[in-house]
């Protein structure tokens, strides 16, 4: 008899706030720091949590973009990320509330690979599916834009 996986599963996390800038939370035998930057007030020790937010939707697209593209039978060779962000600053400078932190965001997947256009392309579709990030983002009314691109090989 196989083992059923959960589809859905509760994370559970309690942070470490060792000063107003700086936060350490526990992530299974790592520990994860997001601070501010000395001109902030902060220790410099990781990312701001906006930068976080960044850095994790990068994240995702590259876990979830491999995982599709072994699925597809797609080799992606070397690839980069690159970002553009839009962030309008006004909410987290307590200015006003903003409802959309990151109006626009873009990012362009650079493969270096014998893989075709299209399917880079179809691996690209089948990640905007299934990357939770991008979905996080594009749910909060951000105009995300993820561009895979073939670099040649």
């Not at 962030?87 to 109006?103: H, K, N, S, T, Y």
């Not at 873009?106 to 399917?119: F, G, I, M, P, W």
Request: charged share 25%.
């Amino acid at each position: 008899m196989a083992v059923k996986m959960k589809s859905v599963v509760t994370y559970r996390a309690k942070a470490e706030c060792p000063t107003h800038a700086r936060t350490e939370i526990p992530v299974r035998d790592l520990t994860v720091v997001i601070d501010e930057p000395i001109e902030r007030g902060g220790t410099n020790l990781g990312p701001s949590p906006t930068e976080a937010a960044m850095t994790a939707l990068i994240a995702c697209t590259n876990v979830i973009g491999h995982k599709n593209a072994k699925r597809l039978g797609v080799d992606l060779g070397e690839i980069t990320i690159d970002a553009a962000c839009k962030f309008d600053r006004r909410g987290v400078l307590m200015e006003e509330e903003i409802d959309v932190p990151f109006p626009e965001v873009t990012l362009t997947v650079n493969c270096t690979t014998d893989a075709s256009q299209e399917e880079l392309e179809q691996v690209g579709d089948e990640t905007a599916k299934y990357c939770a990030i991008s979905k996080l983002f594009e749910q909060s009314g951000t105009d995300l834009t993820v561009n895979w691109v073939k670099v040649g090989a």
